[in-house]
């Protein structure tokens, strides 16, 4: 197949409005946050966490339900702010760049009564395009995420897979600089979810973002990623960062046999806290 998205791997025709570049560093430092408890009183949700990001890189965090997954990203997003610690984009305070930040969630936030092709103009219209060079962006959308045919159904008329896909579509649409996906595939059944992964890899050869991606499967994280991060709970910390170091491209089954990635996924359940 061949993908014509000269917008999305060149520069951008019309460019969004944002003091960020591509490709920067990440970095969280010393991260704490707090929530009120239904006393009022503040539980830690996170204390001391530090992580350091490089631009282009996969990363996924696993570790037990509460242990701060989601807040974390939430602190990236600046919809979080903590009570110690800085998150920085570029060397910037992550509050201010919101813009370069594409989520994906376990359920999808598509627009229900809006058609897919509708859905991925939300993503089109955040990036400020022009008509003509937003119409020619949701064709070249469509094709790459394998959708062509369905521009005009709506969400409740698609499988999980397929709305996940359109929410990839809508998110590619205003070319992000970093994904930040919750767990995203967690409520597909693993052969969608390993055939959302593939596309997923396929995306990310192609543009090279750098993802953050949160899930409980430690097999789906090791398959993906350059590295995992475990985090324990109360408070939510970093109890583990491996590099894994699996050639490129990757393909599940095969991986599958291979000692070095049963290692790795050993060495990660390890570390994993069970309640
Ligand atoms: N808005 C909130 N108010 C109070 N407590 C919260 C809120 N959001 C999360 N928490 C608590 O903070 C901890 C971390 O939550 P979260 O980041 O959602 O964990 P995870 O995504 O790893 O499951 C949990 O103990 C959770 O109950
Ligand atoms: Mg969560």
């Given at each position: 197949m061949s993908i014509h998205l000269q917008p999305l791997s060149g520069p951008l025709s019309v460019p969004i409005p944002t003091g960020v570049e591509e490709g920067e560093a990440i970095s969280f430092r010393n991260i704490g946050v707090s929530y009120a408890d239904a006393r009022g009183e503040p539980v830690?949700?996170?204390?001391?966490l530090d992580l350091q990001i490089e631009p282009g890189t996969f990363v996924s965090i696993v570790g037990p339900s509460g242990c701060g997954k989601s807040t974390l990203l939430r602190v990236l997003a600046g919809l979080v702010t903590p009570v110690t610690g800085e998150a920085l984009i570029g060397g910037q305070?992550?509050?201010?760049?919101?813009?370069r930040l594409g989520f994906m969630f376990q359920r999808d936030t598509l627009l229900p009564w809006a058609t897919v092709a509708d859905n991925i103009r939300v993503g089109t219209d955040l990036a400020g395009l022009a008509p003509a060079a937003a119409r020619a962006r949701l064709a070249e959308l469509v094709e790459f995420i394998r959708l062509q045919g369905f521009e005009n159904h709506r969400p409740h008329q698609l499988s999980g897979g397929m709305r996940q896909r359109v929410s990839l579509g809508r998110l590619l649409a205003y070319e992000p600089d970093i994904y930040l996906m919750?767990?995203?595939?967690?409520?597909?059944d693993s052969q969608t979810k390993s055939a959302m992964g593939r596309e997923l890899l396929r995306i990310w050869a192609k543009f090279r973002r750098t993802v953050i991606f949160v899930t409980h499967d430690i097999e789906e994280a090791v398959t993906l990623s350059d590295r995992v991060v475990v985090m324990a709970a109360r408070?939510?910390?970093?109890?583990l960062d491996q590099?894994?170091?699996?050639?490129?491209?990757?393909?599940a089954r095969t991986l599958r046999k291979d000692p070095k990635y049963r290692d790795l996924v050993d060495v990660i359940w390890q570390h994993i806290e069970t309640p």
């Open positions: 830690a949700a996170i204390a001391g305070p992550a509050a201010g760049t919101a813009r919750d767990e995203p595939f967690g409520a597909l408070p939510g910390r970093i109890v590099r894994i170091d699996l050639p490129r491209p990757r393909d």
